[in-house]
């Protein structure tokens, strides 16, 4: 039971740093470049698991040391109330900041048992650790400004290669990030450790224990970590190299430096510390420094009232939890585990809820589109449709003009032919009155076939067909028009010159002025006004 | 390279190298265009067809010089916050190369007709045009080594290319204004086309001095 209350705590403690802090320290080694590098690529993993299993060999560790000033777990009972503090304080911060002060939680729920076990808390230790979580961002922001000042300077007058600074720069980065790394590691080592030395195992057992927990939690968090990496090093450190190589000097130095008994000097205590602030912090010393932000004024906020939320909580959920325990016994353990479970349930669905309506929102927008897009298709098979059918109906127009062009040419040498024979027929003829007689009815069918008054009707009605939408609207709109000048409408706006009407409509060319004439009038047009003009633009 | 070389600069004096390399290749190209087009105008045949296979060779030198840089930038993790910029602006480089090389190819499939009276005048135009790309060289050094002179050199370039349009454009105006019973209709657009040619040639150093002067703005923030 005992052991399973350890693993459960560490798991919960420690996954939120996995989750929320690891990105940032990988992120930053990822945006100097150096990921590429064999160094990183092969030392990196190595230095990362020994820096898991190691703190459980090494008993000198200032950061324990300090904490132990405020509570020393004695039993393993209350170990489970220090890890579910850290973790819903941590989570609740979370909510809506992207880095929440985890190792700041972690001593606040120290002092939460403390507070409730003892009724008191150190107030010089108290005091000691609220002066270095104040300290330590402010002196990271200010290396990273200095740092950065450095390089500019020494740069600034010497004609180097870009390549050659490149490369100076990515060796540092390199050593700093190993640096950063093990010092990370050892500073915040102390969520996995403290919590293992209420317990009757520690050394091998502790790192097999931790080495565990990492490998069950590797699967789930693995995409999630990545991404977070790749996010950091992508959209916040999508700087010079310079700058990256400042960020990842000024928190390792940090790191060491609250490590170790000296902030002891200052009246300060060797604390752990959230990556996730310093980072923040470094980014603001070299925005400071460059005189161009880097990060947003709501960012800075939101992570400085995150680091002020998470040991509030922390404290409050682990003096209520440890009141609750200590006074009800096996009850009251009962009721926290609800309450505990209740609240992880909560968390749980509050993301799972949140993921689904992302979900929805992205079903519903792809919907969207899949509906614009089926929309456009149908209005451009519509047009396509009828593009098609008015090609369509021209190409049956046209062809019918061809085999009409085709049948009159025969029509017309029929009569030719026709009459050829007639007028030998009529030549040969002896008597002069049957003569006449035949060249009378030759002269009558001769006009007949001038008037060509089939043809007119065909071109009429073809010119109906054409033109089928101007004829409809001319009627709508002037009712009073005869068929006649309908007709006449209908040739001007093809068109057609006068005398060309004129012999279309058989009639005179002055006609056709006549006829124009009280077309105008009756489409109430001032002599100023071009009619064929306004008949177009019917 | 080895797992602890962290601070070699093995590596990145061979990059600085191929871009030098690179760019002499460049410098040595623009030689080889100009006198190119002064054999062809001046009918040296032998010499234009050495020319035309020295750059044939440049131009597969330079492809493989770039793909070596890429490689070492992309997997070396070298230069990771202007290396697309820098490959970018290779690739330019690259381009400028190919224009060169197509050019006297085209030069010697087409053979142009150019009367005597335009030959100084092309001569003239290619040497505005290889003077454009020439002052992009020390600008793209100055990328390297001082960013704050990137900006000098592409003046220098954007004059030349003035210069090479404005040439280009007498040439037109000579072709079909005061040639019109000298040459044929489709000569006149023979000639318009390979002085468009060379032209392109100092608008492509213009794309150079334009991604140039980004990069340097780029490297100061």
Redo the contacts between chains.
Sequence with gaps: MEAYLIIASILLAGSLPVLRDLPVVNGSILASGAGERLSIRYLWPLLMLSCLVLPFFIDYSPVSDTAAGLYLPDSTRLVLPVGLATAGASMIAGLFCRFPAVPYAFIASLAGVSLALKGSINPSTACSYILSWMAAPLLCALLAAGIYRLYAISYRNRTIHLAILDARLQGVSILASFLLLAAYSLNNSILFTYITKAAPFSGVLGACIAAGCALVLYPFMHREVSMATWDIADYDLDINTQSISSVIISMAVVFVLFSTPLPAFAGMAATPLPVGLLFIATLYGISVARQRALVHGREILKTLASSLLSPALALMFAYCLVKVMEDGSIVGTVFVLVLVSLFAGGVFFFRWQTGRDLQKQILHSREQQVYTTQKSLSALEVKAEMTEKDLLNKLDLKRKELVDFALNIGDQKKFMEQFYEDLRGVRSLPDGEEKDAKTDRLLSSLRERMYFTREINDFYARSEVLHRDFNLRLTEAYPNLTENEKKLANLLRQGFSSKYIASLMNITPKSVEINRYRLRSKLGLSRSDNLIKFIKSI | ?????????K???N??GS?DKLLGIVDHSLLLFRDGVKNYLYRDESDFIENLTSMASLETEAGAIIREIESTLY????????RGDIMRLLERFDHIISIISVDLVQFEIESPNVPAGLRKEFVKLSELASLAVESTIPGTKA????PGDVAETTDKVYFYEKEAVKLSQSIKRTVFHNMVNDLKLSEKFHLRYFALHIEDLAKAAVKVAEQLSVMAIK?S?
């Design positions: 390279m080895g797992l602890f070389d962290i601070f070699s600069r590596k990145a004096d990059l600085i871009i997997s070396r993790g070298y230069l990771i916050r202007s990328y390297f080594t001082r490297r923030l």
